[in-house]
């Protein structure tokens, strides 16, 4: 994650999130990461922080993110993982929990949730004939409703669970995993599904960076006008 | 051996915050406000030059910081220079860690920390000359294994301390990997050591996937153990010399020995001990997830089905290995040996149905038995 500290799944992440939107995005720099990643998927179907540790929402949508940055998501076992996270969406409560026999918390509305449109997309490009063209792979009426409901400071800001104290991580994953859940697909796609009043709606975000699409294609359009630096020396 | 916080928000008496009772160290919180800004400034100060500290007040000041709050990245970074110059015994970060992690059992950057040192230690280790430094002159053997051990009781308590802790869990795992090396011997102490406490611990997941580390290393042991005996026969017969035959035999030895391993049984063992807490402690899903898996192994493992030349073992290398699907595990191995082990399980499942109340039970198990229907084909 920085010089001399630890290395994890977040890291590819945050490496390929950064080396994608700046076009310096090499076969090189990312050599061998893909399959590291891949190895980082487990029995259980979700993906830890190194090979062998257990399966975690927070890891999964870094390792899985990232394969989509590389175009490499065929390494992992969708299938295996499909099951995994919807297996973390909890019956009563609506809202995810990060690993199994957990307690739900708001910000694994994004981590978890935010599997879904990244599934949809891989088993998509395999040609799914299954696959909706109308919603996601998890119940995001019951994922609004937690969120709405449970995770709002009645003085402003999100939060993990009732009785819990806001912070502007929980803030931000919760408002996030809500536009996940409102919003389907994109352009002729688009299927919005807003629990409550219209005014609920939120924009969406773009399920890879977590940010909103148009600063994505902004970035890449800015980018794509200079050439990737080379690594020799000038 | 231990820290803590009082709460005390006024100082009543003239007397130190400091407080030590058999051996166990409290703070009075009145003090934190005043104590934490100053020696934090402190290290600030110190970190932009602005202000000089010798090593002895670096190590004060930064253990004192570090028992407040040990995610102080840059605490740890400063203890990190003064043992790469070393001025300061890594053995102490490891101490110190220890008495942090009593307070704060997830704190991440103790982990991080601790990998650290660890790491030193081992290269130290490696350096025969500096193998006498900071311990008592044991053989590095004998003290890499005293380390794996404390590292276990430290990963085990912190467990203790917070539920499904998975930084510690991730933190014993790294250890097994990277020193213990993975050996058989250690797979099974580790197994048998842990029993008791996931027992007592049903909803801990991160306890039980531990278990499924240490069960799929020894299936992934024994089955290059078995590959190298194999290679073996086969060199012993084409090559019969003298020399390669001595060689090869002390090999076959230690595959002998560590052959030794019952598998299957390690596998019976674990589907019991799971049937049992399933039994015993209705409606934990952690018990349900772990069984699944449990019988995925004894089915699908190569110890129980016939060992032959022609077995494709290629799966369990690790960079294909996530690459398997139940299905295409269950098509590569041979004919399934044992009908009794499902059996049981149907058995067991449609016990548990018949007579639990539990809500959340019944529904685990009736997921488990269509599970069991689908994954058996029977």
């Known amino acids: 994650m920085h010089v001399g500290g630890e290395g994890d799944v977040r890291s590819a992440y945050c490496a390929a999130s950064v080396a994608s939107l700046t076009n310096i995005l090499t076969p090189t720099l990312f050599a061998g990461t893909a399959e590291w990643i891949a190895r980082c998927q487990n029995w259980e179907g979700g993906i830890g922080g190194v090979p062998g540790m257990e399966a975690h929402g927070g890891y999964t949508f870094c390792g899985m993110a990232a394969l989509g940055i590389l175009k490499q998501e065929h390494l992992l076992n969708l299938r295996s993982l499909l099951h995994w996270v919807t297996g973390r969406q909890m019956r009563f409560e609506g809202g995810f929990q990060g690993r199994c026999n957990k307690l739900v918390d708001g910000c694994y509305s994004f981590w978890q949730a935010g599997l879904l449109p990244l599934l949809h997309r891989a088993l998509h490009a395999r040609g799914d004939p299954a696959l909706s063209m109308a919603h996601w792979m998890f119940d995001q009426l019951a994922l609004q409703e937690y969120i709405l409901l449970c995770c709002q400071c009645p003085a402003g800001g999100l939060l993990d669970k009732p009785g819990k104290s806001r912070d502007f991580y929980h803030t931000c994953y919760c408002l996030s995993g809500l536009a996940i859940a409102q919003h389907f697909g994109s352009g002729d796609l688009h299927n919005e599904v807003v629990l409550g009043i219209p005014e609920n709606c939120l924009q969406a975000t773009h399920p890879v960076y977590n940010i909103a699409p148009e600063k994505v294609a902004r970035a890449v359009m800015h980018f794509l006008q200079y050439p990737v630096p080379s690594l020799d020396p000038a | ?378």
């Open chain 2, 1 to 378: 051996d231990e820290i803590g916080l009082i709460p005390c928000p006024e100082a009543r008496y003239n007397r130190s915050p400091i407080v030590l009772v058999e051996n166990k160290l409290g703070v009075e919180s009145w003090c934190v406000k005043f104590l934490l800004p100053y020696v934090h400034n402190k290290l600030l100060l110190y970190r932009q030059r602005k202000q000089w500290l010798n090593k002895d007040e670096l190590t004060d000041i930064t253990c004192t910081l570090l028992l407040l709050n040990p995610d102080f990245t840059t605490a740890w970074n400063v203890r990190k220079e003064l043992i790469l110059s070393g001025t300061l015994n890594p053995v102490k970060d490891l101490h110190l860690g220890k008495l942090a992690l009593t307070k704060f059992p997830k704190s991440p950057e103790t982990w991080i920390h601790r990998r650290w040192v660890l790491q030193q230690l081992i290269q130290e280790n490696s350096l025969p000359s500096l193998a006498t430094k900071g311990n008592l002159g044991a053989a590095p053997v004998e003290r890499i294994h005293r380390l794996v051990q404390e590292e276990m009781k430290v990963c085990s308590d912190a467990a203790g301390r917070y539920p499904s802790n998975y930084n510690a869990w991730s933190h014993r795992i790294w250890v097994l990997q990277h020193l213990a090396k993975l050996t058989v011997k250690v797979l099974l102490d580790e197994l048998s050591s842990t029993k008791y406490w996931v027992s007592m611990h049903v909803s801990d997941h991160s306890g039980f996937h531990y278990r499924q580390f240490l069960l799929s290393s020894l299936i992934r042991r024994t089955v290059t153990d078995n590959n190298i005996l194999v290679q073996n026969q086969m060199v012993n017969e084409q090559n019969p010399s003298l020399q390669k035959e001595e060689e090869n035999a002390g090999t076959e030895a230690a595959c002998a020995e560590e052959q030794s391993v019952d598998l299957p049984r390690c596998l019976d063992e674990e589907m019991e001990l799971c049937s049992e807490l399933i039994d015993n402690y209705p409606g934990h899903e952690t018990l349900w997830c772990h069984s699944d898996e449990n019988l995925s192994n004894s089915h699908h493992n190569p110890a129980t089905s016939h060992m032959t030349q022609a077995m494709d073992v290629d799966g369990l290398n690790e960079s294909s290995r996530q690459g398997y699907t139940q299905e295409s595990k269950r098509l590569k191995r041979a004919p399934m040996q044992d009908s009794l082990g499902s059996e049981m399980e149907y058995r067991f499942v449609d016990k548990v149905l018949s007579t639990c109340r539990d809500v959340d039970q019944a529904r685990f198990a009736t997921a488990y038995r269509k599970w069991l229907v689908t994954f058996l084909g029977q």
